[in-house]
């Protein structure tokens, strides 16, 4: 990380150094750095310690909804007062959803007493919440959240702090979220579905402060998913850090798995000389050789780890040449991409996704591929396409490759082939290891049946899914566009 000493900084140095010299009296040795207050109750019958305007929604233009927030002095866990939140049904008007923040607009909180964020919780049916701290939406630097369960009864909920000693000024009291689409059910019948039924339905939050329990077990943090994975790779190249978690014993036996920012985890190389991390979990591979990655939380290893193996430098796929103006694409650094795209959308266990940036260029890795599917938000219509173009290498040897298109029929959903169709192309033969290989496919030669069912020719106004399909097999892809 590079640190930029601004002029402002270089004139309060340059003072300081005046007054060190010129004053006989130096800084008092009782003198302490400021401190913040340790207020730990968020809300019981009304917010503590903040304004008025404590609650900060998500944004309105996101599908979040203003209006399902409140406070009910008719329904409380303790006192005469509890938050209400009415959970908007699908086809609400303001939004589908409802969450936000309790913030301190002051400068902040000094939580590091504390080891979890706790509060009371029920709904009016079983569903699920997410909750946690540390966002401010300012720098969100210290974020946790977990999924709750909720009961029709008061079940108090335990949030572990991964590391108290990092929350010495927060601002990011309390966060939560919710929506109909969130409720549990389609696999038990005997739970009510808002998405199913068009229903909303309510929580009631109490009660929300920080606590020192003491009684939590010791946690385990985990990089990786808590997996030594392994990964060739080329100099000049980024790599995200991924699989993050947290997960405490609490006092019940239970235990509790949050979602965490890296900034919580201290990272290592075993070889700064071959790939250097930085505090926020990206990796960059400076040469060849081998050096593996490793963190802490505290005085806690995480779990998991990253082996790089280094073979040399990298070259990137050669830059597309058509203007943007004559493609739709789908992945790609040089154009602008599709809405909402996923490039594991659906996938056969054991399968590693990776991004991954060589030289400033972003690229996808798949390993252990059997199939995976690109998607999108809703569908596109492509018949006035004539090729689909996509950049490959093939990693392991003597590996296939099929590209499928998935088209979801006039409905525009994924019905199983309800009204949809799909076909394939077998471009094994053009692959060459280690080899970037521009696929041209032209659109009437996707005439394989597929393995879902698909059989071949498929419709191209309501395309939903590129689907690549292989034995097993480890490939880059880059640059994917319709033109």
Known sequence: ??????????????????????????????????????????????????????????????????????????????????????????????????????????????????????????????????????????????????????????????????????????????????????????????????????????????????????????????????????????????????????????????NQSVQLSTNYFTFSSSNPNVATVTDTGEITVLTSGEATITATVGNLSADGSLQITTTGDFENAPDPTLPESDVLSIYSDFYSVIDGLDVGAFNNDGINIEAQTFNGNELIEYQNLGFVGIGWNDTVDVSGFTHIHLDVQRLTSGSNFIVELLDYGPDGIDNGFGDGSAGGFNATSQMIDEEWVGLDIPLNSFTLPTGAGGAGNPNLNNIGNIILVSNSGAFLIDNVYFY
């Open 1 to 254: 990380m590079v640190h930029t000493i601004k002029h402002t900084q270089i004139l309060g140095l340059l003072l300081l150094i005046l007054m060190t010299v010129s004053c006989e009296r130096d800084i008092s040795e009782d003198a302490v750095p400021a401190t913040f207050p340790t207020t730990a109750e968020v809300y019981t019958d009304n917010p503590v310690g903040l304004t008025d305007e404590f609650f900060i929604s998500f944004d309105p233009a996101g599908g979040a909804n203003p209006e399902a927030f409140g406070t009910d002095d008719n329904e409380a866990y303790l006192g005469s007062s509890s938050i209400r939140i009415d959970v908007p049904a699908p086809n609400d008007p303001n939004g589908n959803f409802v969450g936000g923040i309790f913030k301190d607009r002051g400068d902040g909180r000094n939580l590091t007493g504390y080891d979890a964020l706790t509060f009371w919780v029920k709904g009016s049916l079983t569903g699920s919440l997410e909750a946690g701290f540390g966002t401010d939406f300012e720098i969100d630097e210290f974020p946790v959240s977990a999924f709750i369960d909720l009961a029709t009864d008061w079940r108090k909920v335990i949030i572990p702090i991964p590391d108290p000693s990092r929350l010495v000024q927060e601002k990011g009291m309390f966060l939560f979220a919710a929506g109909s689409f969130d409720v549990l059910g389609d696999d038990n019948p005997d739970v009510a579905t808002s998405f199913d039924d068009n229903v909303g339905y309510t929580i009631w939050i109490d009660e929300i402060r920080f606590e020192k329990l003491g009684t939590l077990g010791q946690g385990q943090p985990k990089i990786f998913n808590g997996v030594d994975e392994t990964l060739e790779t080329f100099s000049g190249s980024t790599i995200q850090t991924t699989g993050i978690s947290y997960t405490a014993n609490l006092p019940s036996g239970m």
